[in-house]
Each structure stands twice: as C-alpha cells, then as structure tokens.
C-alpha cells in the first residue's frame, strides 16, 4: 500500500494540539462582553427622555393641526432655509 501527501497528517495534528491547548485552559477566565457608556452620552440620553414628553405633545398638536386641515406652512421660512443651498 503507498500513501501519498502525508504533510495533510501535520495539519490534522497541529489541529489536535490546538484542541488540546484549550482544553487545557479551562482555568482561565472566560471574558464577557461588556459596553461603557461615557458620562456624556449618559446625560444626552437623560435630557432627550426629558425633553421626549414635550416633543410628543408637540408632535400630537400638529398631527391634530393637520387632520383638521388648521395647518398653516410659512413659505418665507421655507424659502430662506433653501436660499443658501440654492445660492450655491
């Protein structure tokens, strides 16, 4: 019988040893994930809960405003919102 290509058994035994190294750090510490949030994102969420019961009321009185067809569009704040980009 001839066997051809025996360097396929190197990788079948550095594979082994592989398993075998982490089956042997079974002491170690098993790291976890974790997420830090900064102070600051910690405040800017805090504020936009704060500020969420007011925009939601806001959001209810133009959802109202429009339905009822009261809404009324300001065309010269629109038109000098989009002159500078037009100006471009």
Same mark, same amino acid.
């Given at each position: 019988?001839?066997?051809?290509?025996?360097?396929? $058994? *190197?990788?079948? +035994?550095?594979?082994?040893?592989?398993?075998?190294? @982490?089956? /042997?750090?079974?002491?170690?510490?098993?790291?976890?994930?974790?997420?830090?949030?900064?102070?600051?994102?910690?405040?800017? $969420? *805090?504020?936009? +809960?704060?500020?969420?019961?007011?925009?939601?009321? @806001?959001? /209810?009185?133009?959802?109202?405003?429009?339905?009822?067809?009261?809404?009324?569009?300001?065309?010269?704040?629109?038109?000098?919102?989009?002159?500078?980009?037009?100006?471009?």
């Amino acid at each position: 019988m001839k066997i051809n290509e025996i360097g396929r $058994l *190197s990788a079948v +035994r550095t594979y082994q040893q592989q398993q075998e190294t @982490r089956a /042997g750090s079974k002491g170690a510490v098993n790291r976890k994930d974790e997420v830090r949030i900064s102070a600051e994102a910690q405040q800017l $969420l *805090s504020d936009s +809960r704060i500020m969420g019961a007011d925009r939601a009321q @806001r959001i /209810g009185e133009l959802k109202q405003s429009v339905s009822t067809g009261t809404y009324h569009v300001d065309a010269g704040k629109i038109a000098e919102k989009l002159w500078p980009y037009l100006k471009q």
